[in-house]
């Protein structure tokens, strides 16, 4: 059994050090893409305060395709033209929004998110995926957040065997 340990209390640089320690364990000795990608979501959700929705849509065709994640049930197909995730991945940068409602084209999954990140998940500079967060607050990630957050997932793409894609 894996225990993890979170210490809200240190300085968000520190934190995010001490979340990727952990990470680094949590993933260590395996290297099946699905089963990471669960454990990441899990990883996330147990980890950071204040969200309600954290997983992965794969690259299928010019569109997102739900993946694993943690959170209550979401939209299967997202196109690259819309959404805060279609952005992620059409522009292959992280996507930080202060108030999803602010967003002409945000597709509402869940009406209770108000925050979101979406990291890109480039592999040998190709988009394979986008890493997404949602929380119920506004304002809820900050650039010390994205950096920790775009860190957190690059432990994870280099934890992953990415010769096959579903």
């Known amino acids: 059994?894996?225990?993890?340990?979170?210490?809200?209390?240190?300085?968000?640089?520190?934190?995010?050090?001490?979340?990727?320690?952990?990470?680094?364990?949590?993933?260590?000795?395996?290297?099946?893409?699905?089963?990471?990608?669960?454990?990441?979501?899990?990883?996330?959700?147990?980890?950071?305060?204040?969200?309600?929705?954290?997983?992965?849509?794969?690259?299928?065709?010019?569109?997102?395709?739900?993946?694993?994640?943690?959170?209550?049930?979401?939209?299967?197909?997202?196109?690259?033209?819309?959404?805060?995730?279609?952005?992620?991945?059409?522009?292959?940068t992280t996507q930080r929004v202060d108030d999803v409602h602010a967003i002409a084209d945000h597709i509402a999954c869940d009406a209770a998110s108000n925050a979101e990140l979406v990291v890109p998940i480039l592999v040998e500079g190709n988009i394979k995926a986008v890493f997404d967060i949602d929380s119920p607050k506004t304002h809820r990630f900050s650039e010390d957040d994205q950096q920790g957050i775009e860190q957190l997932v690059n432990t994870f793409i280099q934890s992953c065997d990415w010769s096959w894609q579903l």
């Open 1 to 92: 059994m894996y225990s993890i340990e979170t210490h809200s209390s240190l300085p968000n640089v520190a934190f995010y050090q001490a979340l990727n320690q952990q990470l680094n364990a949590l993933l260590s000795g395996e290297r099946d893409l699905i089963c990471n990608a669960a454990q990441f979501s899990a990883f996330i959700m147990q980890t950071l305060p204040d969200l309600n929705w954290a997983g992965f849509y794969f690259v299928r065709n010019n569109e997102l395709v739900l993946g694993p994640y943690v959170g209550k049930v979401a939209c299967t197909r997202i196109p690259f033209s819309r959404g805060v995730c279609g952005a992620a991945a059409r522009t292959q």
